[in-house]
Each structure stands twice: as C-alpha cells, then as structure tokens.
C-alpha cells in the first residue's frame, strides 16, 4: 500500500462520548488515516446517563448519530449507521464493540455491504456462553470479521478458546495523556491535609468498596477517604460507614468530568482498586489505574483480572478480598515516605513506557496498515 493512501477508517464507538478518550482519536489522525468516528449523544449505564463531551476533536471527524435502546448493552444499535457507511465509504469499519452484541452485528453488516475490511474489539477476560440469538450473532462475527483487537492477553485467550483463528493483537482500548495526567507540584498540601485514600469508579458490589471501608475502619492516625463515583451500591455503602463509625471520615463526590480528572488526583496519595471476580466479571483494565500512576499516585490493588498486569512492579497487589492484606498495603503507603515516592516514580514511568494515546494509537494504526497491505 502507498505511503501516500489515506486510509478511511470508520470507527463506531460509545466509548469516545468520553473528552480524554478523544485524544487516542487525534493521534490516529496525525499517523496519516482520514478518521470518522460515530458516537451516540449519551450512554445510559448504571452510573446514570453520561454526554457526550467535545474535547479534543482536531484532524478527524465526531460526529454525533441517534441510538436506540441505550443502556441496553446487548440490543442498542444506530439507525443511521448505513447512511454514514455508504456516504463516507471507509476501507475499514473499526467497531469498537463485542462481538455478541447488535452493534456489532450492524456495523459488520454495512462492512460487508461496501466491502470494506473489518475489526471489532474486546475487553471480555470471561468465556461466557449465551443464549440465542446473541450466541448465533457471536459466531457470525467471529466467522465474517477480518481482524480482531483484545485489550488484554486473557481477552485473547477467550476469544482464541471460541474457535477465531484470524488475525488478533492485543492493543488497550485507549491510553492515558501523560501532558494532562502529571504529578502534583511538590508543596500543594499535601502535609495539611489527613493522608488521603482514594476510588475511583462505579458503586457496585464486584468493586469491592465495602472491603475498603472495613480495611480502613482499622487504620489508626489521621486519615480520610474520598470516594468519586457513583451506581445502586452508594446506599448500601454508606449505611456500612456509618455502622464502622468512619461516615465522617469519608467525602462522596458524585460525578466529575474526565477533563477535570487530573486535580482529583492531585487530592490523593493512593488509589485503591479492590476489585472482587464474580462468575460474569472480572476487572478487565482500570483506566483509572493508568490516570494514578501517570499523576504520581501510588496505586493499590487487588489480583482481580488484569489489575496486577496493568500495575507490575509500580504499585502493591493484594489478594482480593483479603481485608487484613489491604489495610497492611494501605499502612505501609502512608508510614513510608520512601515506599510512596518510589512507587509514584515507577507508576509515571511505567505509564510512559506503555499506557500513552500515541502508543495506543500506533498500536492501532499498524494494525489497520497490516489490514490493508
């Protein structure tokens, strides 16, 4: 293929209703591939409803299509996806869905109808079996697609057990900006404030929340903990503080645009993540995890999916449910200087070396090349 060829690429995306994911999308553009992404005006979950945010929107086009049944994950599909796919006619249809899903099945449908190339994406570290019609639409994909990119190698794994004998990369679904995410400047309060524990995320049980009230029910000395979040487990949540005695310790923040993300972080001297595994779930990344270490927040998590990959040798795993486990991890965090600087060190740089949009999106990038040569 010619240095010289614009790839077209086509992506549809929910995902990108998020402002800093948008970032990934820019460095697409830079890389030399004329990008339409179609996103939905909001998406419904059990958080409530989010919009979409304009924030970085330079050398590519977003543009906003009708969705039907939103918030239902394995049913929502665009009603004018097929306009858009034959105006725009794109070398390759990136959907940025699971293969079991409606979405997914349109997307792969229109692609078929311009014969233009295709790609879905997963996050899914489960093999789950499901009922028809979503198991039949499942092996359809699997069967029809051209490529497939998995956000981590257990998600790879599930894919390859599924029988998908194509072509397959591991690439995250999106990187974190080390320019927005950056360490706090030394001397912004830190020693005024109470040692401060942090969540970031949605209020459900799999999370682990309630272990992290109990762990820190435990610790002695000055401390508070910020949770930023929320989802149907905030009253259960709350009800528990009050029964440890610790409600007055802890600052609920209910939702926080992802440009305004960084200055939370700068609130913070360590995340937690004590995510628990469920038969359906498993952590499958923790974006929040990659945002911490890029702003010099030491991260603890437990060994739920792939937090322990994403984190490596610049944070402390724990067993996960393992309460005693988390409030040791916690205790050392705050009682050793050393331990905090040099965990916040290592984060950044591990961030650096693997987490970025621009290695995202060259990651990306030369898979779509590859799909074309």
């Known amino acids: 293929m010619s240095d010289q060829y614009l790839p077209r690429i086509l992506m549809l995306s929910k995902a990108c209703i998020v402002g800093i994911y948008q970032r990934k999308l820019e460095e697409i553009a830079r890389l030399g591939i004329d990008l339409l992404t179609l996103v939905p005006p909001s998406w419904k979950d059990e958080r409530g409803e989010t919009r979409l945010e304009r924030v970085y929107t330079q050398g590519y086009q977003l543009q906003e299509i009708p969705i039907r049944l939103n918030g239902n994950f394995h049913l929502h599909h665009y009603p004018t996806l097929g306009e858009w796919v034959q105006r725009f006619r794109p070398d390759i249809i990136h959907i940025d869905e699971e293969p079991y899903n409606a979405a997914a099945w349109q997307a792969l449908y229109e692609a078929r109808r311009v014969r233009a190339k295709s790609l879905f994406f997963s996050w899914q570290n489960i093999k789950r079996g499901y009922p028809p019609p979503f198991s039949w639409g499942e092996r359809w994909v699997l069967r029809n697609v051209d490529t497939a990119l998995a956000g981590t190698e257990s998600a790879a794994q599930v894919w390859r057990e599924k029988g998908y004998t194509k072509p397959m990369a591991v690439v995250p679904q999106f990187g974190t900006d080390p320019t927005l995410f950056t360490p706090a400047i030394k001397g912004n309060n830190r020693d005024a404030r109470p040692f401060t524990i942090g969540y970031v995320g949605r209020l459900v049980e799999e999370k682990g929340i309630h272990l992290l009230l109990q762990a820190v029910a435990g610790l002695t000395g000055d401390w508070k903990l910020r949770l ?95 309460t005693d486990a988390l409030r040791e991890a916690l205790d050392s ?40 040569d």
């Open 228 to 322: 930023i979040g929320s989802g149907p487990y905030k009253g259960e949540l709350m009800a528990l503080a009050e029964r440890l005695g610790i409600g007055a310790r802890i600052e609920w923040v209910e939702w926080v645009a992802s440009t305004e993300m960084p200055a939370q972080y700068h609130l913070l001297d360590v995340l937690v993540i004590p995510s628990l595994t469920r038969p359906n779930w498993k952590e499958q990344f923790g974006r929040v995890i990659t945002e911490a270490m890029s702003s010099g927040v030491p991260v603890v998590g437990s060994d739920s999916g792939a937090i322990p990959n994403i984190i490596g040798e610049a944070g402390l795993v724990v067993p996960e449910g393992n």
């Open 333 to 372: 965090v705050r009682c050793k200087p050393d331990l905090r600087a040099r965990l916040a060190e290592a984060g950044r740089e591990r961030v650096l070396a693997h987490y970025t949009h621009e290695q995202v999106a060259a990651d990306t990038v030369r898979v779509y090349r590859e799909m074309m």
